[in-house]
């Protein structure tokens, strides 16, 4: 992680909503959405949560009983998210994924929508993400484009973001298996990029 790359999303949340097309009005947002498996009671934490587009959804599925959890490093993003979510029961963290502040084996399930690639450093990252998955706790990991389209994305706009790349599906297995988590399902297409791992220990 650098400061440079929380700038950028700094930067980047005033104009997010205007500028970055929202994934939720997609058709294979709701294809996404069905594979989904929530259910009330469950918490949930959406690592890199933006400004907050998925977090209500998230919350009806879970509440009441539930508990959802939007953390971002950026507070332009949170700010957005707070606002958006105003008087919904959500609580906001502004932290980076590689530290993550809440306790071991807490969370049910973990969303990284359209962020895996800008996690640093990764490794680090995902070995959070297993301490505060409950055991047979869920990660969901979601990009509504293909790799390569986020790749060149991400290459183009440069900056901070220029190395925030998705490797091969092979790479991406490998490295959240060296980090405890067992990839179920990954499916890589033209408009997607869905991965959906557990944690069996
Ligand atoms: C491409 S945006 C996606 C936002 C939202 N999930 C969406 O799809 O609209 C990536 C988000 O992840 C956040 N982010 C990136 N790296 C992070 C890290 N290491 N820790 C916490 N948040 C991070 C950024 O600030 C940004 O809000």
């Known amino acids: 992680m650098s400061d440079a790359r929380i700038a950028f999303f700094d930067d980047a949340a005033w104009d997010?909503?205007?500028?970055?097309?929202?994934?939720?009005?997609?058709?294979?947002?709701?294809?996404?959405?069905?594979?989904?498996?929530?259910?009330?009671?469950?918490?949930?934490?959406?690592?890199?949560?933006?400004?907050?587009?998925?977090?209500?959804?998230?919350?009806?599925?879970?509440?009441?009983?539930?508990?959802?959890?939007?953390?971002?490093?950026?507070?332009?993003?949170l700010t957005k998210a707070k606002a958006r979510c105003t008087g919904m029961p959500i609580h906001f963290l502004c932290a980076a994924a590689h530290y993550l502040p809440l306790p071991s084996a807490t969370c049910d399930v973990v969303f990284l929508v359209s962020t895996f690639p800008h996690l640093q450093p990764r490794t680090r990252a995902l070995q959070q993400i297993h301490r505060v998955l409950k055991p047979n706790g869920r990660l969901y990991l979601a990009h509504f484009d293909s790799r390569e389209t986020i790749n060149n994305r991400h290459r183009t706009i440069g900056s901070a973001v220029i190395n925030d790349l998705i490797p091969t599906p092979n790479k991406i297995i490998e490295l959240l298996t060296s980090c405890g988590l067992t990839t179920t399902s990954l499916d890589a297409r033209p408009d997607r990029f869905f991965l959906y791992a557990s944690k069996k220990t």
Do not use: K
Request: aromatic share 10%.
């Open 16 to 77: 997010w909503d205007r500028d970055v097309p929202d994934f939720m009005q997609t058709p294979v947002f709701a294809e996404w959405w069905r594979t989904v498996s929530l259910r009330h009671g469950q918490v949930v934490l959406e690592i890199g949560c933006g400004t907050g587009r998925l977090l209500p959804l998230i919350c009806g599925c879970v509440n009441p009983g539930g508990a959802v959890c939007g953390l971002d490093f950026s507070l332009g993003m």
